[in-house]
């Protein structure tokens, strides 16, 4: 099941649509079974016990969107460590496929995207940069902005 779903949604930058899109289906169910997925690819990954354990947690604290629902430094206050620690594990979470999962917001996974596909310097200018002009469909400033012909 979770296969399936993962190829038809990796181009998909949120676990929401994929949920609301599985309708008569049980959304605690799937929602397992999305993130039981996500723990199989840990196992691929270079994690110690403990880091592996923090990624866990981070992956059962995804909001209904997949970005992470809690914020980083308490992941930290549970396991004893410091908030450095968790982000570096968290970077490593987000390379999973799809890849963006437990982005912090639609930012830094647009971000975390764009760099996994190797786009080009001005998309990732534009994400990183000039953000709510982009979401704001302001694109005529950001032509002028970044000196960009039509």
């Known amino acids: 099941m979770f296969n399936k779903y993962v190829e038809f949604f990796a181009n998909f930058n949120v676990l929401g649509l994929a949920i609301g899109l599985m309708i008569g289906s049980n959304l605690k ?4 079974d999305f993130i039981d997925g996500l723990i199989l690819q840990l196992d691929e990954q270079d994690f110690t016990d403990w880091e592996r354990s923090i990624a866990e947690e ?13 914020e980083p430094v308490l992941i930290g206050d549970r396991y004893d460590c410091e908030e450095e620690e968790v982000l570096r594990i968290l970077k490593k979470v987000q ?6 999962i437990a982005a912090l917001d639609l ?7 764009a760099r996994g596909a190797d786009k080009n310097e001005l998309i990732l200018k534009i994400l990183s940069d000039h953000f709510q002009d ?3 469909n302001r694109y005529e400033q950001l032509q002028k902005k970044l000196s960009l012909s039509k």
Do not use: H, K
């Open 134 to 136: 982009f979401v704001n």
């Open 29 to 32: 169910e799937v929602a397992g």
């Open 95 to 100: 390379r999973l496929d799809p890849l963006g």
């Open 107 to 113: 930012q830094n996974c647009l971000l975390i995207q």
């Open 58 to 70: 981070i992956l059962w604290n995804l909001d209904d969107r997949g970005y992470l629902a809690i």
